[in-house]
Nanobody
Framework: VQLQASGGGLVQAGGSLRLSCAASGFTFSGYFMGWWRQAPGKEREFVSAISWRSSMPYYADSVKGRFTISRENAKNTVYLQMNSLEPEDTAVYYC????????????????WGQGTLVTVSS
């Protein structure tokens, strides 16, 4: 199993970025996929997740209305479109695989990507 996140970078407040996570080595459509982030000195926190079949999205309150998660099962890829970025969104963003519906529980994720750094300047 491999999860390769990309798309991070430096952006000014109010800007946008699109993260991608390319998955391989498993049946992608059979799993919830999630995005998590970890800011310097803080614990890893849930950002968003998407279900396997209906592609139902779930969001943390802090990103609701600004971020959009989507997936393309044919490309084994999950995306995170981030708009109206704020300095508080600065973090390393990780994609991860979950075999259960407990998408806000980090213990439900069994594989994690390497992370991609998002820096939002004020």
């Amino acid at each position: 199993v491999q999860l390769q996140a990309s798309g991070g970078g430096l952006v000014q407040a109010g800007g946008s970025l699109r993260l991608s996570c390319a998955a391989s080595g498993f049946t992608f459509s059979g799993y919830f996929m999630g995005w998590w982030r970890q800011a310097p000195g803080k614990e890893r926190e849930f950002v968003s997740a998407i279900s396997w079949r209906s592609s139902m999205p779930y969001y943390a309150d802090s990103v609701k209305g600004r971020f959009t998660i989507s997936r393309e099962n044919a490309k084994n890829t999950v995306y995170l479109q981030m708009n109206s970025l704020e300095p508080e969104d600065t973090a390393v963003y990780y994609c991860a695989r979950s075999g259960s519906r407990f998408y806000t529980d980090p213990l439900s994720y069994d594989y994690w990507g390497q992370g991609t750094l998002v820096t939002v300047s004020s």
